[in-house]
């Protein structure tokens, strides 16, 4: 009762003008509210903006830049990048919503108070970048056009799958209702905006989900060049893309402008090294991620493991429903998950071969639905030859695969691997290295079951060509090594890498020769992807 009675009064004082801006000053004497805290920003803004404007008064005057973020640590990484165009010159104005959680509703009294907050501690950059609350500069209400309505709905849908992590999404469901509200009024107060302002570019971080996505859209659908960013688990990079979605990581232009080059014996190394840290569970480089929980076993132990025997084993790896990089990513599938229902109905059939269903390690740390559960619920008891690894069985997906015939994926990077091992895989989902000339790539459900019954009659016939094998390893060379573009601040260690990589240090020579095309990149110059050689000549 207390609680319901303590939101009743936040929701009453929420619509009166200044009690939540006197609270958080007086009551609360400018500190953070919960979980949104600006407080690294905060300390180490004297010095950033410093630095910023004694570069800013030695550079060019640049372009009119617009970077729009929410929730607090996209904030504080926003901010750092605009302060980084702002030091080059450029017009930057940061707009923002400052929300802390994208999962739950929040009452009005205490958003003005995060408000209020965002704005004390963003107005340090005045003298060198603008900033601007869109809760302040909220919109009224305009109709969308046909278009931006069905953009912010299907943002609300990729919204609630990644939140929920399920792919079936009911419109009347809370989550639903409270991402369509947000991601509604973000479109009409972003749009009004853009509209006046006409900035020459826009940054996003992200660019699919949430207020983020919205700010894509609307942006894309006034036909401002827009810029998208995100980070995987290396340091020190980052993935960008212009006038497109980066989480769709679009590599045509970058397999387009390599794959004709030939790699030299040191980048088939680095790339041998990734493969062989993945499968021993061990860490590579400035990569910061673990792809296994546990080193490899050996192929005849995981056979035996497992109860394997001569007849062809066909290997199935699932992403995490609801991955981010799963979002939109149908074919020809309804989704992910009927996908893999009906091919294990198929497989019940087919006795004469063995499915092995690897669950994805990353459900262990899922919110939503195992596909586990749909696979028991399609079907409780499995026959003999069906055979279902969870996700947190001690088995190591590289020792599947080193016993596999034939691979299944969706968009799991695992298909590409199983290529490089020669492996013929079968791609169901729009991934990034589907269509590149070393996996198998149906378009309706008829090819799909017809490719599978032929490999399934020889999987040797199907077995890849030294060619395609080479094709896949260049491929995930520069997948790897070159799609990601070096950049200092990384979203998750931003602070740690500040202290190393200032702006006196970012934008010294040194830094220039390493981070000035990332940069330039951000602000839309082409992204070149051909390699130059030594006579300059691009290749």
Known sequence: MAIVGKEAIKKFFGNIPYTAELYWLFRQQGKPINRFSLQNLDKNLPEIVSQTAELRALAPKGKKVFIFATLHYWIEHASLVGLALAAQGHDVTLGYLPFSEWRFPINRFDLRRQNVYAKKVLNKTSPVMETVSFLSKRAPYVPLSKDLEHSVKEVSIFDSQYTDQIED????????????RRNRDAAQTILSWLRKEKPDVVIVPNGTIMELGVCYRVSRSLKIPTMTYEFSDQRNRFWIAQNSEIMRQDTNDLWNGRMEEKLADEQLEKVRSLMISRQKASLFENFSRLWQGVPTQGAEKTRKNLGLDHRPIVLLATNVLGD????????????????????????????DAQLVVRIHPGEIKSRGISMVEIIHRLMPELPEHIHLIKPEDKVNTY????????????????????????????????????????????????????????MLENPASFRLSKEKIDLAWKYAYHFFFDFPKPFPWHLVRMWEDYKQHDFNDVFSPKGLEEYKESFENLIGKPIHWTVENKEGNST
Do not use: C
């Open 324 to 351: 981010s990089l799963t979002l939109g990513r149908q074919v020809f599938t309804k989704s992910m998950a009927e996908w893999i229902e009906r091919t294990v109905q198929y497989f019940v059939a087919r006795s």
């Open 399 to 454: 020792d599947l695969v080193e016993i596999a015939d034939i691979g299944l994926v969706y968009t799991t990077t695992v298909g590409m691997e199983m290529a490089m091992s020669g492996i013929p895989s079968i791609v169901v989902g729009d991934t990034h290295y589907r269509n590149r000339g070393f996996t198998i790539d149906p378009e309706s459900y008829v090819n799909y079951y017809k490719l599978l019954g032929a």
């Open 169 to 180: 999404i009911d419109p009347n469901s809370e989550i639903y209702k409270l991402r369509y």
